[in-house]
């Protein structure tokens, strides 16, 4: 058998819609994620960004397209990455680091004694994603940034055709994005994977990003990250915790004199 | 040879406790962590309902017929919480009323509630041969399902969407999971009681959990902890001369109080 190829994935949305109820919450999304780039979704709350994942998981009903294709051939049977928003468990989940990372890394059963080279294999894996450290803490108890590095390094392990990464509004402290982001370039990079970020933070993503996407039920702009963080108007529907974001980011943009008492208020 | 083990009921009993003690601690490791608490009661009391239809249809033995109701009972709900917007609260809570409801009309018809009231308290003394042979039976079963299933069913308590990324059946999962734990409660609800049945699913476990960091350690704690508390109750219940399925929770709630306490003491919560 042909040893699978990373990198050739593609990623084609067309026509996407999707409502949930009566509420139309995505229109007409066209968007191709290509190999090897990292497309970082912004947008204000109940945009749809989180929709826009669940619909490529294939776990809401849409009419539209979504296809996939490895080297030019359509395919069904992508291997997708998944990173969720957080994890809907308690905090005394007696789940370690190592039991959660094991599961990716071999089929052995997770209640009986890891064998020394399941234990191996999660620390190289580990050591990968700066998480060595947190191999027997439980995945219940770590932090916004440890738990998203840790989930990171699942993920990728078998390495997946397309990686989807749902961020948490506000549980990852500055240090810790920066260091989530990098990590998240490197794999990129490594495994030439198609890699869709859905974000709060616009100043930390925006050097790494390939290509940005405005998104409030329709796409609103797409582009470059500089060219979709120079459009005020645009970054105002976010509201005041970002007006100065892209001066942050280090793009610097024009404030106009008619716009300064607006700046006042933040 | 200490006088209890004299008598062959209090043997059957013995070998009973040593073998529903594991399968509800690994059952309930997953019951706990996947929020099925209340599920497993709804299964525990739809018993009333397979009993009445046992005697309405003319089984000899109406485990047969709890254990079938039980089964289709634990695939609808699964139907029905896929298909609902209602929380699973709400669904099971209509389930509960409805299980329970049925149950209690039926047999009061036939001249009194009373003779099943066994039911609710349970006797494992009565236990007997054919009945710990289906016992022994279900635990290679759950033994063989847990050795390949329980990864998945881990994955699918900590994030259902991750788990189908990994490829892993979500709801079929689940549906066997929810069929897996029907035929065991079924099969021990005469032994242990409707009204009891679900503390030795949960107890022993939240005492496990207290403890452990990692998941073999907790399954581990809970099946040690299940079976140490099951066989003392046991033995206590008969020079006490009380209820074994009530003396034996009684234990597990005792290893769960003295852990909590120590654990709280220690910081290691």
Redesign the interface.
Known sequence: MPEHVYGACCTEIAGLDVSLGRIRVLENINLRLNCGELVAVIGPNGAGKTTLLKAILGEVAYSGQIRFSIRGSLRQDIRIGYVPQKLSIDYDTPVSVLDFVSMAVSSKPVWLRLSGGVKDKVHALLTEFSCQHLVKRKIGALSGGELQRVLLAAAMTPAPDLLLLDEPVSAIDAKGLALFYELVCDVRRKYDVSVLLVTHDLADVAPHADRMIFLKKKILAQGKPQDVLSDRDLLMTLGPSVWNISELAGFKIAVKEKDTHDADLV | MPTWFEYEFMRNAFVAALLIAPLFALLG?VVV?NRMVFFSDVLGHSSLTGIALGCLLGFADPLWAVAIFAVILAVLINFCKARTRASADTVLGVFFAVVVAVGIVILSKAGGFSKYSGYLIGDILAVNKGHLLVLGSLLGVVAVY??FA??AL??M???Q??A???RIPVFWLETSFSVVLALVVAVSIKLVGILIINSLLVLPVAA???V?????????GAVIISVVSSVSGLICSYYWGTASGATIVLFSAAFYGVIAGISIFSKR?
């Open positions: 490791t962590s847990w050795f329980a990864n881990v994955l308590t900590i994030d969407s991750l189908r990324t990994r496990a959990r207290l452990s960091r990692k998941f073999s350690d907790y399954t581990c919560v």
